[in-house]
């Protein structure tokens, strides 16, 4: 069974650091990109970090960059989005995704995924 399980969400005041984990199982994680996205209340879906299974990583958001960078360790099944410098705008739901070979360019291409993790929570306030 494929599967994207989030965590490493919480509470962090501003300017503070976290690091999101995607583990993943179900299938080889080193033929596939993984994007992270990320979705604020009333808002829609954003696509913000994507890696490809050669490790090349795609930006999506201006407001992310020098803060935000993307990793994977393929032989811990597992995809990493580190967060610095974080803002109150950065608060959202972020997921992982998977389904792609190659991260699209230049737009996230939302749809295109087909499985999706189920959410971590990322609150920034002080």
């Known amino acids: 069974q494929v599967q994207l399980v989030e965590s490493g969400g919480g509470l962090v005041q501003p300017g503070g650091s976290l690091r999101l984990s995607c583990e993943t199982s179900?299938?080889?994680?080193?033929?596939?990109?993984i994007g992270w996205f990320r979705q604020a209340p009333g808002k829609e879906r954003e696509g913000v970090l994507c890696?490809?299974?050669?490790?090349?990583?795609?930006s999506y958001i201006d407001s992310v960059k020098g803060r935000f960078t993307i990793s994977r360790d393929n032989a811990k099944n597992t995809v990493y989005l580190q967060m610095n410098s974080l803002k109150p705008e950065d608060t959202a739901v972020y997921y992982c995704?998977?389904?792609?070979?190659?991260?699209?360019?230049?737009?996230?291409?939302?749809?295109?995924?087909?499985?999706w993790g189920q959410g971590t929570q990322v609150t920034v306030s002080s």
């Open positions: 995704a998977t389904g792609l070979y190659w991260c699209p360019r230049p737009l996230p291409m939302t749809s295109e995924y087909d499985i």
């Open positions: 179900g299938f080889a994680l080193d033929h596939y990109a």
């Open positions: 890696i490809n299974y050669s490790h090349e990583s795609t």
